[in-house]
């Protein structure tokens, strides 16, 4: 009964952590497209802001995860190559998240080298982290 509720809050957790790594790579195609020093400002605000409430959100989501992995996943499941990759694009995720942090500093000390379309396409990698770890954790297809 305890696991569902830590499944539970995994879940929640989880979702409320792509949530903001969806969002954030949003404000900086909008930070790449903008010409405006006020509004440069406002955007690197905002996404301080969303990295910082974010990553404790990441942190807790990555506990509950292991806490599951831990109490009953590994043993019923580590033989499997599914567990392997998911744990695998986790940890991909994890520096994706890293690296949206280096991109906020990057923009900070106005040293952003990518365009609006670049980041465009950066906004939809976590579509396919969590297109690729939900078809692995409830298919299970290896």
Not at 18 to 33: E, S
Not at 61 to 72: I, V
């Amino acid at each position: 009964m305890a696991m569902l509720w830590v499944k539970a809050f995994h879940l929640f957790f989880m979702t409320s952590w792509f949530a903001g790594i969806f969002y954030l790579p949003r404000l900086f195609v909008y930070h790449a497209m903008t010409e405006e020093r006020a509004a440069r400002e406002q955007l690197q605000v905002m996404e301080r802001r969303l990295y910082r409430f974010v990553t404790p959100i990441m942190w807790i989501t990555l506990a509950l995860g292991l806490w599951m992995l831990y109490d009953y996943a590994w043993a019923a499941f580590s033989s499997m190559v599914w567990l392997h990759l998911k744990l695998a694009l986790v940890a991909a995720l994890v520096a994706y998240h890293f690296y949206c942090g280096r991109l906020i500093k990057d923009f900070a000390a106005d040293r952003n080298g990518h365009s609006h379309v670049w980041y465009r396409w950066f906004n939809e990698i976590p579509v396919l982290f969590l297109l690729s770890i939900a078809i692995l954790t409830v298919v299970k297809p290896f």
